[in-house]
């Protein structure tokens, strides 16, 4: 009777082990009939400003009933570390019904201390919605020396 | 003996089974404190690293004329005179240590995700080892704000930043620490666009050069709930005996075109040391 219940514990274990794993993956799916190009992009605006977003589009045309990302985050770094003053993000920024999206966020820069490197740093969650596909195009991010 | 071996494989399999678990239990206390920055922030520092789009768009900053083109001139010949004297000393070979304190006056945003307010003041600490031709070998970097859960250490060995308490790492880059504060490299990128001024003032006893740097926008923009922007000032205080920065800080051009300061930077200490001490060193994987 023991036997049999530690058998069962093991299996149960070694089940539920297997059981996250698959949940985990399948939330990588996609449609596979069209083909999203994801897209981070920095517009440097001088030394007052800059503009961290994304350029989106299906290939061949397919409109989606939301496109966009579903988090944008923009800062800028000094030697590798966040200056939190300059960290902005926004959510849930798509648009309905269009085969291809840009936005992004206007900024502001700010100075590092001496002897630091800046970098301006662009964040994206690229997504979209095509009923009944929901696609997560993943995030990336973007940087340059600036 | 049959008996025996049952037990046997039981024992075995019970083993292994409290092996996994507890190695999973581990991985995912460690990597819960490892992550928990990246969760304030709601980053993946896995993400992959797409390739810069980068463009330039210069067309919202007023162009400047050439009599103030002739003043930007003269004003970063005396920034090149000026910072030469400090590289002479401190662009050499060996350690560096450079200590600041930040504070913002103004934050893009209020909040992280989380709800918890953005830290408005912080520390500095970077420790770098220059080659003779003042190229940094590796480096540390540590950001202080007070609070444990926000605290930033970025670590630069073999050519690449990487952030240790993001668990993100930059793509490799040489890395040349410089005294001028970046207004060298803006006097070359916007030449067109920044206009460049002098005046002199006291920074905690210290008499400075004040180097200017501003530029006007013929559009104003804005930043998250910010109000709208006309242009931006950076001024940038050098001390007049060593030439080293002492100051930087940061305006925004309001519409009346007053200077409303954001961010202030005092250098605490730039000093030439033997050594980091040891707790620093252990950073480093060599």
Known sequence: MNKKLIYALVLSVLTLTFSATIAFAATKSYNGVTTVTYNNRIVDGGTAGWNGGFNDSTSPSRVMDQFGASVLTTYQTCNGNIDYSTWISANNIYYTNVSSVQDGMARTKKACPTGQARRLVDYVNHWWQDSPYTGAGGALTTSIAN | ?286
């Open chain 2, 1 to 286: 003996m049959k008996a025996n071996k049952k037990v046997a494989f039981l024992v075995v399999a019970i083993a292994a089974i409290a092996v996994v678990l507890f190695s999973q239990g581990s991985m995912l206390i460690a990597g819960a404190q490892a992550s928990k920055l990246k969760d304030i922030l709601n980053l993946d520092p896995n993400a992959p690293k797409a390739k810069a789009e980068v463009q330039t768009d210069l067309s919202n900053s007023k162009k400047i004329d050439k009599k103030q083109d002739d003043q930007n001139v003269e004003t970063i010949a005396k920034v090149k005179q000026l910072i030469s004297k400090a590289e002479k000393e401190y662009s050499t070979e060996g350690w560096l240590h450079i200590s600041s304190s930040t504070k913002a006056f103004s934050t893009a945003q209020q909040t992280f995700p989380d709800g918890s307010p953005i830290p408005t003041e912080w520390t500095n600490e970077s420790w770098v080892l220059l080659d003779k031709h003042g190229d940094a070998v590796k480096a540390v970097n540590i950001q202080d704000t007070g609070d444990p859960r926000l605290m930033q250490i970025s670590v630069y060995e073999n050519g690449t930043w990487t952030n240790i308490s993001l668990g993100m790492t930059n793509d490799p880059e040489k890395y040349h620490p410089t005294f001028d504060g970046g207004i060298l490299d803006t006097s070359s990128t916007y030449k067109d666009i920044v206009k460049f001024s002098t005046e002199t003032s006291a920074v905690n006893g210290q008499n400075t050069f004040v180097f200017t740097a501003e530029e006007n926008l013929n559009t104003p923009t804005s930043e998250g709930n910010n109000k709208q922007i006309y242009g931006n000032v950076v001024k940038y205080y050098f001390a007049e005996s060593s030439g080293l920065l002492v100051q930087i800080e940061n305006y925004n051009i309001n519409s009346t075109g007053a200077l409303e300061i954001s961010q202030r930077i005092l250098m605490n200490v730039i000093e030439k040391v033997t050594e980091p001490p040891a707790n620093i060193l252990d950073y480093f994987t060599k």
